[in-house]
């Protein structure tokens, strides 16, 4: 299985972007998929993630980001509104088996990361 994440950029506070990753070959309807980002000298952290029975998110950003997937596509998206400079890091999207999980030991395949900047 390989990921592809794309969608990052430079925003200005308030504002919103939509993150993608495409996956390619296995099986994509039983997997859980997540969003994880890291910002320079922290560690990565846990965004959102779905599966086909359970969606979660950070506590950071509950209200703000919404995580959707499209099997058809073998993609899942990461919409973010309400952006804030705390926001800003590079995002890797991440695919594991059964539920959600939070940690990134929960997921086996990776994606390259995209960059998102928040400007004040």
């Known amino acids: 299985v390989q990921l592809q994440a794309s969608g990052g950029g430079l925003v200005q506070a308030g504002g919103s972007l939509r993150l993608s990753c495409a996956a390619s070959?296995?099986?994509?309807?039983?997997?859980?998929l997540g969003w994880f980002r890291q910002a320079p000298g922290k560690e990565r952290e846990f965004v959102a993630a779905?599966?086909?029975?359970?969606?979660d998110y950070a506590d950071s950003v509950k209200g703000r980001f919404t995580i959707v997937r499209d099997t058809a596509k073998k993609t899942v998206y990461l919409q973010m509104i309400g952006l804030k400079p705390e926001d800003t890091a590079v995002y890797y999207c991440?695919?594991?088996?059964?539920?959600?999980?939070?940690?990134?030991?929960?997921?086996?395949?990776w994606g390259q990361g995209t960059q998102v900047t928040v400007s004040s």
């Open positions: 991440a695919l594991g088996s059964g539920r959600p999980r939070t940690f990134p030991g929960g997921y086996v395949y």
């Open positions: 070959g296995g099986t994509f309807s039983n997997y859980a």
């Open positions: 779905t599966s086909w029975s359970a969606t």
